[in-house]
């Protein structure tokens, strides 16, 4: 007999569990496990369509080069390529974004947003960096771009190279500083120390970037309360624009899943989810003691009427997105796709000018509703009138049972055509987000 809608928020909703292997985060819909090289002559037939009035477009490209590789990192990321290697990667990367500037799907649009994300996009010289933004603005020129955003490990910025990513137009710098700890950042394998930090940081302020975000994540290998707290003193201290938590997940290929195959151990050496959650939690209502909001599920700002992330908001609801690089996702015309996953069958297609797709996914109608629902849940707050206007869609009779079902546990209720969870509910998101999926999809692998 098929679970209950009940039974289904029972299991998802169990609390206090321990960590274990597997991916946490819902960030793409239908999951990965969906995408088919089959499926790949449908990129090619939607590229050579015009895209609808208004549709907005985004760029992102990875650079998948790190100083070294973080025990917890599930990325496609290379620590052994020399700098001849990266120019090359560069130089395909930007063959690549030709090969589609030609396409009627992108030729003449203006990209509302552009991303470098990684990877380390600051691992790169400021030479590579300027060469990259020649060559991509001479594709696709930038000049409408509302945000530029550009990842960066704090150990491998100096005030010259924050000056020239300042100079290529960021508007967003993201500093992965993950924990301020010297130990624990050690002990997790991340290549910077906790004085790169406060220097990075402090170069970029003087610099004036429009944007500084720091990503942290609750729960890494040897976190404890009082630790903890004092990652929480130390954003106070900085007070950067935006705050991003993650609650830290072990996908299998981690080296701390290795680690725990080698021990023959089931649950990871990290805290349980309860206590991440509660981590979160704590630094939430500092933040926002000190005046900050909370706009998602991972996410504090100071001064939500400057401080936007237009990456994340057009993409939630249903941007373009071309992204160019290893194992980058995009999509374009409601077509999914992601580029070959390893450095050498990237490198070798977009030689032979071919597109370096390694898989795709047309999407139904009602499979790109539910990606965008359940992307902006995420936010925590959801507009009835959008989903209607967009597709015509009365979300609480569509979902009717998950939503009373949140109702009467007291995680959602409806406010002036709002669907608005309260915090414990933002906080379990990412578990509560799969029973909106069509059934083909309950307990598919997010790989
Ligand atoms: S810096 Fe980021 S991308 Fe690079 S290895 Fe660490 S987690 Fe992975």
């Not at 088919?36 to 992102?60: D, N, Q």
């Not at 100071?302 to 993409?315: A, C, G, I, S």
Request: charged residues 25%; hydrophobic residues 40%; contains cysteine.
């Amino acid at each position: 007999m098929p679970a209950t809608t009940a039974e289904i928020f029972d299991r998802l909703l169990a609390d206090g569990d321990e960590t274990t292997a597997g991916n946490y985060f819902v960030a793409n819909y239908p999951p990965f496990s969906f995408w088919k090289p089959t499926l790949i002559p449908r990129v090619c037939e939607v590229i050579e369509t015009l895209s609808p009035e208004g549709t907005a477009l985004g760029v992102y490209f990875h650079i998948p080069f790190c100083r070294k590789r973080c025990h917890f990192c599930y990325f496609r990321v290379y620590t052994d390529k020399n700098a001849e290697e990266i120019k090359g990667y560069i130089e395909n990367g930007m063959r690549e974004l030709e090969m589609y500037a030609r396409t009627p799907r992108i030729a003449g649009r203006k990209p509302k947003f552009v991303y470098f994300g990684g990877g380390t996009p600051s691992y790169l010289s400021v030479a590579q960096l300027t060469m990259l933004t020649e060559r991509m603005k001479a594709a696709l020129p930038w000049d409408e771009a509302e945000e530029i955003a550009f990842e960066a490990e704090p150990g491998t910025l100096t005030e010259q190279k924050l000056e020239a990513i300042r100079a290529m137009g960021v508007t967003r710098l993201s500093l992965g500083v993950e924990n301020f700890d010297r130990h624990i950042l050690e002990v997790n394998g991340r290549a910077h120390k906790e004085d790169e930090i406060y220097r990075a940081y402090s170069y970029a302020r003087k610099i004036g970037f429009p944007q500084i975000n720091i990503d942290l994540i609750a729960g890494m290998v040897e976190e404890t309360d009082e630790n903890w707290k004092r990652n929480i003193a130390k954003l106070l201290e900085l007070l950067p624009d935006c705050v991003t938590i993650y609650q830290m997940e072990v996908p299998f290929n981690t080296g701390i899943f290795k680690q725990m195959q080698s021990e023959g151990k089931l649950v990871a050496p990290v805290a349980d989810w309860h206590t991440k959650r509660r981590w979160v939690n704590e630094a939430f209502t500092a933040l926002e003691e000190a005046g900050y909001t909370v706009t998602s599920a991972t996410t504090a700002v100071r001064d939500p009427q400057k401080t936007k992330f237009v990456y994340r908001d057009e993409l939630w609801k249903g941007a373009d997105l071309l992204g160019l690089g290893v194992a980058s996702f995009s999509h374009l015309g409601g077509v999914h796709f992601q580029n070959l996953p390893d450095f050498e069958s990237y490198t070798a297609a977009v030689q032979k000018g071919e597109l370096p797709i390694g898989r795709a996914l047309e999407t139904t109608v009602e499979e790109r509703f539910i990606r965008e629902l359940i992307l902006q849940l995420k936010l925590g707050r959801v507009s009835l009138a959008y989903f209607t206007g967009k597709f015509g869609v009365n979300v609480t009779e569509r979902f009717s049972a998950q939503f009373a079902e949140l109702a009467r546990r007291g995680l959602m209720r409806e406010q002036d055509g709002w669907l608005v969870l309260t915090r414990e509910a933002l906080l379990k998101i990412d578990v509560i987000l799969h029973a909106f999926f069509l059934p083909q999809h309950q307990n598919a692998r997010y790989t």
